[in-house]
């Protein structure tokens, strides 16, 4: 009598024999071969009419540790008592041990109906195996199934490729998902299970067919051994009936499967880039096997491929579906290793890359038959690499593919995404932003952070194609930026005008800024639903936008760009003897207008009055002489408060001393950065009494102890009144920044002037940003970038309006 006991006691012996990651097809065959005897025993003494047939993983004898077993009874008419019968000693049993049995009765007439209805019950038939009780009985169910599918291998091909495609949307792909599904996903144990039902249709095996060639059926064999080691550590480690090689489960499955770290390779990667490789390997062989049943005899045969460029004008012309012909022929073709790199092939090449869709199958055969690495020496060290990240689903040669795609399909048709279609215009290369995005994630290799790592590779692979200037820089560019936008939108705050110039500083073009935002588009899609969220899309497109603006008007280019890299390079250097950190705060604390307009000479000079902590009632002056005899430079640095560039104005109007020209500034953390050029009135000299006079007063005005208005009016009655009459202006500009409303005011010179501005504006809850003034031939002409208390623009119509009349009240 069978012992079900005894069955479950020798799986769990074997599943402690070994260590998980050693369960390979040995252990499922004793595992097949216990559960046969048992059946034996189990059946015995047999009805006549009856069969056992083991079906799926079980009849290939492949029964893994938490796999269902599988089992068909076959039977002729025997009544529902003597099943029942059967059934309560087969299967119950089993069921009280724990087994995960699935059986099912049927006759042979039901198993070929339920074969023609269904082709899971057709290819279950397939893998049959006759384990008790009557063999021929048995052998006559499945071979009529085999008769029956054999009178059309095409549709029965063609039914393994639609189901294939099925569970690639179910199941995802065991060749490039992050977590693969070792048993569904393509590539996995059931690719390799349709390779076999092939070879029982058609009669013979699958190199014999001329279906495969039996290199390649060597490797496929090689990988079944691996993935059933794989999946069976999957399932001995968690005891459960588990499929999905998930993030959690790799480290303890590359240990028992033997994995160590390695330099540049983790343990747990070097696990995943051979369960990706053979996975490949497995999809490829079971593809183009389909695709030649599925194309019948008769094929015609291709030409031989002379050299690189053939292959790439081959391919192009193929499109999505690359038959299994040409794929032997561009194995097949002489193709250097490295590539020599001439105009046609080069040319070849990147028209390749445009190719969207059709590209990624192209550089899926060069990649299978091991020649892509010969036209991008880089792609070796991403070949199947996992990434290590909660937003990618698939390895980095996967998602490179996957990017370029992507970006092929903005530049054709860019009109899903409303900015990317005012943008894509200005690109003038877009076969170079192909390349550029196939190369972008080309640094994750392992050794350091992966954007420089990229730049490098990306340079060297620009050189060795002979790309133009134009051309090689824009697609280095993509790869050295690729993270500007994201990670600038997300993790910066997207109110700071220094960001914005900054990034426009580092873009400079409007071309290079398009390109990089397709390549935040297509990264993101080709990344996973969590990369390209509504909150991340909208932060990203702000961002754009803004940078847009600034480009567009000129505020920064590439000239410009290069003056302020060049420009701080100069204060940097000129500051001497001070911490690293101090210098690099100044920098970032800093408007970037500040660094344009002022020269290096001076703002290393304004370091010591700027850096240093500053309180929240501290004010700090600097003077020195001006760049004309007789006149003087003042710095004035205080916390940023109401009111404070009238207050400095009007102790200026009160020490006698007269505003020529004025730039104010206000730094990141909030500190008034006010420099003015200045002469003396009646007194040309500025003496320290006077310096030390005025400052008093700044403090007194700031602290409140004195009202400054009516000391203005008082000094005001001793200068000459204006000699030029010329009528105050008030433009209004809300669109020359995304920050600040600008005000441009023009009036007669005269003494007090800017304080009288600024008075009305501080009167009027206005916050000065920055502040531009100048003094022509008597008349001055002075920007006010301004914000309301919130720190928006001001855009309100009546409120303008108000303004405008305080202004032409106060200056007339």
């Known amino acids: 009598m069978a012992d079900a006991v005894a069955l479950h006691r020798r799986f769990d012996a074997l599943a402690r024999a070994y260590p998980p990651g050693q369960h390979g097809r040995w252990a499922a065959r004793e595992r097949s071969d216990a559960l046969d005897g048992w059946f034996a025993a189990a059946i015995e003494p047999a009805p006549d009419g009856v069969a056992l047939v083991a079906l799926g993983g079980y009849g290939r004898r492949l029964q893994l540790p938490g796999s269902d077993v599988d089992v068909l009874l076959v039977h002729e008419g025997l009544d529902p008592a003597a099943l029942t019968e059967l059934g309560e000693r087969l299967w119950y049993p089993l069921w009280d041990q724990g087994f995960a049995l699935t059986p099912l009765v049927r006759t042979p007439v039901e198993c070929l109906q339920a074969a023609r209805d269904r082709l899971d019950s057709c290819t279950a038939m397939l893998d049959g195996r006759v384990v008790a009780a009557s063999t021929a009985l048995g052998v006559a169910a499945i071979d009529a199934v085999v008769i029956e599918s054999a009178t059309d291998p095409v549709a029965f091909a063609r039914a393994?490729?639609?189901?294939?495609?099925?569970?690639?949307?179910?199941?995802?792909?065991?060749?490039?998902?992050?977590?693969?599904?070792?048993?569904?996903?393509?590539?996995?144990?059931?690719?390799?299970?349709?390779?076999?039902?092939?070879?029982?249709?058609?009669?013979?095996?699958?190199?014999?067919?001329?279906?495969?060639?039996?290199?390649?059926?060597?490797?496929?064999?090689?990988?079944?051994?691996?993935?059933?080691?794989?999946?069976?550590?999957?399932?001995?480690?968690?005891?459960?009936?588990?499929?999905?090689?998930?993030?959690?489960?790799?480290?303890?499955?590359?240990?028992?499967?033997?994995?160590?770290?390695?330099?540049?390779?983790?343990?747990?990667?070097?696990?995943?880039?051979?369960?990706?490789?053979?996975?490949?390997?497995?999809?490829?062989?079971?593809?183009?096997?389909?695709?030649?049943?599925?194309?019948?005899?008769?094929?015609?045969?291709?030409?031989?491929?002379?050299?690189?460029?053939d292959v790439l004008d081959a391919l192009a012309s193929a499109g999505r579906t690359i038959s299994p012909t040409l794929a032997d022929a561009v194995a097949a073709a002489r193709i250097p290793d490295p590539v020599v790199w001439d105009e046609r092939t080069r040319d070849a090449f990147l028209s390749l890359l445009r190719r969207g869709d059709a590209a990624v199958a192209a550089l899926d055969v060069l990649d299978r038959v091991g020649v892509l690495e010969r036209f991008v020496p880089g792609w070796r060290d991403v070949r199947s690499r996992p990434q290590r990240d909660p937003y990618h689903r698939f390895t980095v040669d996967g998602h490179l593919l996957r990017t370029m795609a992507g970006i092929d399909a903005l530049l054709d048709d860019p009109s899903a995404d409303p900015l990317a279609a005012e943008l894509v215009p200005a690109i003038t290369d877009p076969a170079a932003v192909a390349l550029g995005a196939l190369l972008h994630d080309i640094g994750k290799v392992g050794r350091g952070e992966h954007v420089p790592v990229g730049a490098d590779v990306a340079r060297e692979q620009v050189r060795a194609m002979g790309l133009d200037a134009h051309a090689a820089e824009l697609a280095a560019f993509m790869v050295a930026e690729h993270l500007l936008l994201p990670d600038t939108a997300t993790r910066r705050d997207l109110t700071d005008e220094n960001l914005i110039v900054d990034v426009a500083a580092t873009v400079a073009t409007l071309e290079r800024l398009a390109v990089l935002y397709l390549l935040a588009v297509a990264d993101a899609a080709a990344t996973g639903p969590a990369a390209w969220t509504p909150w991340r899309r909208a932060l990203v497109r702000e961002l754009v936008t803004k940078v847009r603006h600034v480009l567009e008007r000129g505020t920064m280019g590439e000239e410009l760009a290069a003056s302020l890299t060049e420009?701080?390079?100069?204060?940097?250097?000129?500051?001497?003897?001070?911490?690293?950190?101090?210098?690099?705060d100044f920098v970032l604390r800093m408007p970037r207008g500040y660094f344009l307009s002022v020269e290096p000479e001076r703002a290393a000079a304004h370091f010591h009055t700027i850096a240093p902590?500053?309180?929240?009632?501290?004010?700090?002056?600097?003077?020195?002489?001006?760049s004309r005899p007789g006149t003087y430079e003042l710095l004035v640095v205080t916390y940023d408060r109401p009111a404070i560039l009238a207050a400095v104005a009007g102790a200026l109007a009160v020490g006698g001393i007269s505003i020529l020209s004025a730039q104010v500034f206000t730094t990141s953390d909030h500190v008034a950065v006010d420099l003015f050029d200045v002469e003396g009135v009646f007194e040309a000299e500025i003496t320290e009494a006077r310096w030390r006079a005025f400052r008093q007063t700044l403090r007194r005005v700031i602290e409140g102890a004195i009202s400054i208005d009516g000391k203005v009016e008082d000094m005001r009655r001793h200068y000459p009144p204006p000699s030029i009459h010329t009528p105050v202006t008030v433009r209004v500009d809300d669109d020359a920044s995304d920050f600040s409303t600008v005000l441009e005011i023009g009036a007669p010179d005269r003494m007090g002037l800017l304080y009288d501005i600024t008075d009305v504006l501080s009167r009027a809850g206005i916050d000065v940003h920055l502040a531009k003034v100048a003094t022509f031939d008597g008349r001055v002409v002075d920007a006010f970038y301004v914000r309301d208390e919130l720190g928006r623009k001001l855009g309100d119509p009546e409120r303008l309006a108000a303004l405008d009349a305080a202004l032409q009240e106060r200056l007339a």
């Open 160 to 309: 393994i490729v639609d189901d294939r495609a099925r569970r690639a949307e179910r199941s995802g792909s065991c060749a490039a998902d992050l977590s693969p599904n070792l048993k569904d996903g393509l590539g996995g144990l059931r690719d390799i299970a349709v390779l076999g039902w092939l070879a029982r249709v058609l009669g013979e095996p699958l190199d014999a067919a001329g279906l495969a060639r039996s290199a390649d059926l060597a490797a496929v064999d090689d990988a079944e051994e691996f993935l059933v080691r794989a999946r069976s550590a999957v399932q001995l480690e968690t005891g459960k009936r588990v499929d999905r090689l998930s993030a959690d489960l790799q480290p303890e499955v590359a240990a028992t499967m033997g994995f160590v770290d390695e330099p540049g390779l983790a343990a747990i990667d070097g696990l995943m880039r051979q369960v990706f490789a053979h996975a490949r390997t497995v999809d490829a062989v079971v593809r183009d096997a389909l695709a030649r049943v599925v194309a019948g005899p008769g094929v015609a045969t291709l030409a031989p491929l002379d050299g690189p460029t």
């Open 613 to 626: 902590y500053l309180t929240s009632d501290e004010v700090r002056t600097a003077s020195a002489p001006g």
């Open 567 to 584: 420009r701080i390079g100069a204060v940097r250097a000129l500051v001497t003897g001070e911490p690293d950190r101090d210098v690099d």
